[in-house]
């Protein structure tokens, strides 16, 4: 059964520092994109960005670019999604979803991360 | 690159179809046989419920459907149920160099 299992749920102050992660399970982690959403507070879905496990190749979303950092480490099948100095607005829930690069959908979601940025 | 667009709300009585769209352009919607459907139920994670426009995968009901004409793709989901209230988010594919593009989400009541 394919599962992905992200890290819990985190409250941190604006300026820290954070990794959440996602280790999946069930199937080869290394042959499948991860890739990273955004929901925040009463908002919609919001891709962040994908990486390749298998060749740590990795594409951001344009409007997040240089704000997170995505990285995989293929011999623990985990993925994780790190932020430098949080600010207040990175409060939201941050769910890992495998592609199926083949239907060109998600097929699989992690359980979701909440994460609050407050002082 | 802009968000689908969606109806943020729709409504039906139990039993009745309701049909939610999902706009896009020709670069996404319109240019590929992409777009994906996803159910989302409050406090958990979306759900895959429609894919390539008109696929259920395996344990979703017949209830639910797809369908595109031109930039618009379609989710109807008929016989309604109460379980079915939930966000309804579409996902359309829109070439090589780019993630793929949500829609805003749209609320459905069973009322």
């Known amino acids: 059964e394919v599962q992905l299992v992200q890290s819990g749920a985190e409250v941190k102050k604006p300026g820290e520092s954070l990794q959440i992660s996602c280790t999946g399970s069930?199937?080869?982690?290394?042959?499948?994109?991860i890739g990273w959403v955004r929901q925040m507070p009463g908002k919609g879905l919001e891709w962040m960005g994908f990486?390749?496990?298998?060749?740590?190749?990795?594409r951001y979303s344009p409007s997040l670019q240089g704000q997170v950092t995505i990285s995989a480490d293929k011999s623990i099948s985990t993925a994780t999604l790190q932020w430098g100095s949080l600010k207040a607005s990175d409060t939201a829930v941050y769910y890992c979803?495998?592609?199926?690069?083949?239907?060109?959908?998600?097929?699989?979601w992690g359980q979701g991360t909440q994460v609050t940025v407050s002082s | 690159q802009s968000a689908l667009t969606q109806p943020p709300s729709a409504s039906g009585s139990p039993g009745q179809s309701v049909t939610i769209s999902c706009t896009g352009t020709?670069?996404?919607?319109?240019?590929?046989?992409?777009v994906s459907w996803f159910q989302q139920h409050p406090g958990k994670a979306p759900k895959l419920i429609i894919y390539?426009?008109?696929k259920r995968p395996s344990g979703v009901p017949d209830r639910f459907s797809g369908s595109k004409s031109g930039n618009t793709a379609s989710l109807t989901v008929s016989g309604l149920q109460a379980e079915d209230e939930a966000d309804y988010y579409c996902?359309?594919?829109?070439?090589?160099?780019?993630?793929?593009?949500f829609g805003g989400g749209t609320k459905l009541t069973v009322l």
């Open positions: 979803a495998r592609l199926n690069m083949g239907l060109l959908t998600i097929d699989y």
């Open positions: 069930g199937y080869t982690f290394t042959s499948h994109w």
């Open positions: 020709s670069s996404d919607v319109g240019g590929y046989d992409y």
């Open positions: 390539e426009v008109t």
């Open positions: 996902n359309s594919y829109a070439g090589s160099n780019n993630l793929g593009i």
């Open positions: 990486i390749y496990p298998g060749d740590s190749d990795i």
